[in-house]
């Protein structure tokens, strides 16, 4: 089974992110950057899948010379190979835009199931899985909390908030998963050092035959118009008990509106 898996490098979520005020764009060169958390549950899908029916698992990303460090770690957790698709004209792409590319992309590869994290920390629109299966032609099944291939039949557990749905379709299909599907493998020491000898093709988008100028921050659909800091945490409110503490207390409770 040929699976391939979607994966973006975002900016770490838990350290400092900012935006270039410059085309209000997200600042990468400088961040912590790292896998999207949900791909990385993705990519043990993959795996899990591959070691239960054989097969090969593609590592295909979007992004800047510094998505490297990303596809490597995804290669180091077991994945065979990697795609990763660099041109200085994507920066400030729309998720539709993107989607063409990683579309373009996916035509160059063999694949029965395509795996990718249900939302991105950076962007968090969580439109890819929908919009590609729509440029594809191809079934997509989303948010899954469980997955399960038989034959040319893949089926899912599509979470929600009162239990889940069970879905189904037949192969190619593309799968995005929730952080509920399973817990991601360490790399290890042996899969570290495999991973700087497994094969990482770089494409243009004159490789995929894209007209730079239909992409990028120029042409997007969507752009961040302005934007400011958080504002600096504010002194708290005091309240002294002077028989009527309670009194005051659900005023200011009530003048914030949280009762």
Not at 142 to 163: F, H, I, P, W, Y
Not at 176 to 197: C, H, L, Q, V
């Amino acid at each position: 089974m040929d699976i391939v898996v979607l994966v973006k490098q975002v900016p770490d979520s838990g350290g400092q992110r900012a935006l270039d005020p410059a085309d209000n764009t997200v600042v990468r060169a400088t961040a912590d950057n790292v896998i999207n958390e949900m791909d990385e549950y993705a990519i043990e899908e993959a795996l899990t899948v591959k070691e239960a029916h054989g097969g090969e698992v593609t590592i295909l990303t979007v992004g800047p010379d510094t998505a490297t460090d990303a596809i490597r770690k995804a290669l180091s957790m077991g994945a065979d190979r990697a795609v990763h698709v660099s041109d200085p004209a994507i920066h400030g792409a729309c998720a539709p835009q993107t989607s063409a590319i990683i579309a373009a992309a996916l035509s160059r590869l063999d694949y029965d199931l395509v795996l990718c994290g249900a939302e991105s920390t950076d962007g968090q629109v969580s439109v890819m899985p929908a919009l590609l299966s729509e440029r594809l032609g191809i079934p997509h099944l989303s948010g899954a909390r469980k997955l399960t291939v038989e034959g040319s039949t893949a089926r899912v557990e599509r979470q929600t908030d009162g239990g889940y749905w069970l879905l189904e379709a037949q192969l190619p299909a593309i799968v995005s998963t929730w952080d509920t599907i399973n817990e991601p493998r360490y790399p290890s020491f042996k899969g570290i050092m495999a991973a700087k000898k497994k094969p990482v093709q770089t494409l243009t988008l004159a490789d995929l035959g894209i007209d730079s100028a239909t992409v990028g921050l120029a042409t997007a659909t969507s752009r961040v118009v302005d934007f400011a800091g958080r504002p600096p945490k504010g002194a708290g409110v005091k309240v002294s008990d002077e028989g009527d503490g309670a009194e005051k207390l659900v005023g200011f409770l009530a003048e914030q509106k949280l009762v």
